[in-house]
């Protein structure tokens, strides 16, 4: 059996539009809130252009209990219930997905000191500007420092 490639170890996250939609949908939906979900994903592989990634399957939507514009918790139960389906169903979690309402898509300072999950990535989207953007990011550690390192996101048209 080979080992298991964290999320937070690849280059790309391929991600159909059709999910992409569906988390931008909610996490606006939470304004003036942050909004918060999880990605479930298939196991990595290498891809075409020779880098590790990963193909999102399915985005579990979550509830903020912090009602705050600043932070953001999923709702424990849903966290449970949503790894629980990830894992009955050969997935991979692969990244916290959350908004940012009046900042950039890039990790806040609170994200980092909150990021629980290292294999995960953070994939933020920022609604401070129009467009709305969407990044993603992994979190390594380097000498005992968190780095930030982004991961390229290509969005799927069709799926």
């Known amino acids: ?24 949908v909610h996490l606006l939906e939470a304004a003036p809130n942050e909004g918060v979900g999880l990605l479930a994903v298939d196991a ?6 020779d ?17 705050s514009p600043s932070r953001f918790t999923m709702e424990p139960a849903e966290v449970v219930a949503a790894l629980g389906e990830m894992r009955a169903s050969d997935l991979q979690f ?10 950039p898509a890039t990790p806040s300072a609170t994200d980092l000191r909150e990021a629980y999950y290292p294999d995960a990535l953070l994939m933020i989207a920022s609604f401070a500007g129009q467009p709305a953007v ?13 780095v930030v390192q982004p ?8 799926a």
């Open 44 to 49: 990595a592989y290498t891809d075409e252009d």
């Open 151 to 158: 991961v390229e996101i290509i969005v799927l048209d069709g």
């Open 94 to 103: 692969g990244a916290i997905v959350h908004s940012h309402v009046r900042g």
């Open 1 to 24: 059996m080979q080992p298991t490639v964290p999320p937070s170890a690849v280059d790309r996250i391929y991600l159909p539009k059709s999910i992409r939609d569906a988390m931008m």
């Open 51 to 67: 880098g590790l990634a990963i193909d999102a399957v399915r985005f579990f939507p979550g509830t903020n209990i912090e009602s």
């Open 134 to 146: 969407l990044r993603a990011w992994r979190v390594v550690l380097e000498e005992a420092l968190q």
